[in-house]
Nanobody, 123 residues
């Protein structure tokens, strides 16, 4: 079992930065790949980024490549999403998820989910 709690969301102007954190509880955190997804009002949930359990591999949606960076600290049971050069279209509820890399990246799903944190980017 893995419990996930996101934090770090907020209101930021276009061009600004935010860093999201996802704190996990459960002794098996380091064995899971971790991912970030987002869902804007009236839209389907979309994959944003993922990182393998050993941190060697990272994956990004084309829409965030070069602007967002995913990282994790297994000693702190935490995964991060550094978001730079934010755009109004990045506005969404951001969720972290835990599963295998294949499920997160290919199937766009996760075994465990957090409750989400709101990110709003004003123009």
């Amino acid at each position: 079992q893995v419990q996930l709690v996101e934090s770090g969301g907020g209101l930021v102007q276009a061009g600004g930065s935010l860093r999201l954190s996802c704190a996990a509880s459960g002794r098996s955190f380091s064995t899971y790949a971790m991912g970030w997804f987002r869902q804007a009002p009236g839209k389907e949930r979309e994959f944003v980024a993922a990182i393998s359990w050993h941190t060697i591999s990272t994956y990004y949606a084309d829409s965030v490549k070069g602007r967002f960076t995913i990282s994790r600290d297994n000693a702190k049971n935490t995964v991060y999403l550094q978001m730079n050069s934010l755009k109004p279209e990045d506005t969404a509820v951001y969720y972290c998820a835990a599963d295998t890399s294949t499920n997160l990246v290919v199937r766009k799903t996760g075994e465990y989910w957090g409750q989400g944190t709101q990110v709003t980017v004003s123009s």
